[in-house]
């Protein structure tokens, strides 16, 4: 075989091996999606009886698993702004100052990381167990943000990582104080690795089961509620919620990072 | 003199205090403290009435050298292991392909690989729950095609299992070798060809070496993980396929021996604390694993 009916051979096994990987990607979405037309009214829901619309609509009478959703999203939200703030300020404290036990935080910050998830969610339990905060709302709060905190600190580190102060002390040589120094110069200049961060914890916080599984109290959340009802089968409004977040967040993609779809990135 | 200490108590500990105290209370008091009170737990014992004392033992480690429990590390080890190397057979080539092409799709090539992962994870193991069922998708056409006349029982099985954790675990694969293969100098390439390699040697001798920390990452991110989600195993494996965190799990919840799942839950800890020092060893950037 020449040079070039190998590479030719090769060119064509790679693109199958991407096309086979990116159907195995979207199938079980695509399952999830016709699914959620599918007409059957009775456990566990699979065999296909006809189109219909109907789920959409019936989804909004489901109070539990609006309840859920509702819950999920504020949790998100409440998530993701504690978080960033909690992070960025961490991530410029700890580049800017030097000072005892810096070390260890850093190492702090890699724990909920690496480790087991089911691990975090069971050693957070016990605590809140011990000093008896009542399981729920909150606890799910504390948790999450505890396991997004590293993900904005490493965001923001990433951007600092080119960062010269020295436009710190010029702000403040020109007559700003501390604060709009850091309002109108810090911060801009972080601002990307800020909003990747805070986009990463909304995320991560949505998404999360393990950890809400073992601190949730009787609060519920979307994937929660999922998980309650895999045994008996997920009912096709289900499948309608979660085919109407992916539109929303492909939407909300196309939105804010419209040029990734039209540039090409180097 | 006072005034000094004044100024530098202003200009340098309050600033410092406001910014890293917020993050060093939330660290110490939501990650060390429960690590700790977890391996104190693993100490403990419970009542007639499953309520944790604080009488020591070890008890619950003596508990952990059970057949039955030593069965299921094993499993938990094998599925781990094989799902790792699935992910990196499939996703290196793969994201060898994606991260060098130069067709104008490169990011969306790339945005088509995180997109499937804003589907709830349990939503879409359970896709694939309804997909791979005796009465699913996949049985379905290979009836009505006449290629099989039983539908294949492809459930509750320990291949079932890995294959639900691949596909979790994938993107955290994919994620690192991005970055890694994304780095790669083309011109190194063509210098290595130029002077007579082969592919092969090429690749084994210049490629592997300058993207081995992106598998190495990917490994950390996808076998540790592995260990711990039992909800795949449950979903998928029925019960046959089960991982260290089913145990847990269960003793979290039906089983309500707290300091038993603790003695358990250190397992994890000790094999996550074994592979991170084993990737600095091997010069792994802790950075790196987190973005």
Redesign the interface.
Known sequence: MGRKARLRTKSVFGKILCGIVYIVLFLPIAVVVVNSFNATTSKPYLTWKGFTFDWYFKLFDNTSLLTAFGNTMIIALVTTILATIIGTLGAIGMYKYKFKGKSVIDGLLYIPVVIPEIVMGISLLTVFAKVSIPRGMLTLIIAHVTFCVPYVIFNVRARLSGYDISIEEASMDLGANRFRTFWEVTLPVLKPGITAGALLAFTLSIDDVIISYFVNGNTMTYPLQVMASIKSGVAPDVNALSSLILVGTIIFVILTQGNLFKKKMS | MISMTKKRFRE?TL??A???G???L???L??????I??LV?SFCSIDEFYNVTFHFTVDNYKHLADASYIKIYVQSLVIALLTTVICIL?AY??TY??ARTKS?F????????I?????????????????L?T???LNSVLMKLHIISQPLDLLFKQGTTVFGMV?CL?PFMVLPLYTAIGKLDSTLLEASSDLGAKGWKTFLTVVLPLTASGIFSGC?MVF??C?????VSN?LGGGNSDVI?NL??RQ?KSGNN?PL??AL?II??VI?LVL?KLYQKTGGD??S???
């Open positions: 340098k600033p410092a406001i910014m890293v917020p993050v060093t939330w660290l110490i939501l990650v060390a403290v429960p690590l009170y977890i737990m499939v080539p793969f392909i994606i104008r490169k990011s969306l090539l790339y945005m088509l690989v997109i499937p992962f804003w589907t709830n994870s349990l939503i879409r193991i359970y896709g694939w729950k309804s997909f069922g009465s699913g998708w596909y994938f950390i540790i993980p260990l711990g989600y039992f909800f979903i965190g847990i799990e979290f707290w799942g603790a839950s994890l800890i996550t991170v802790m950075d694993l987190g973005v």
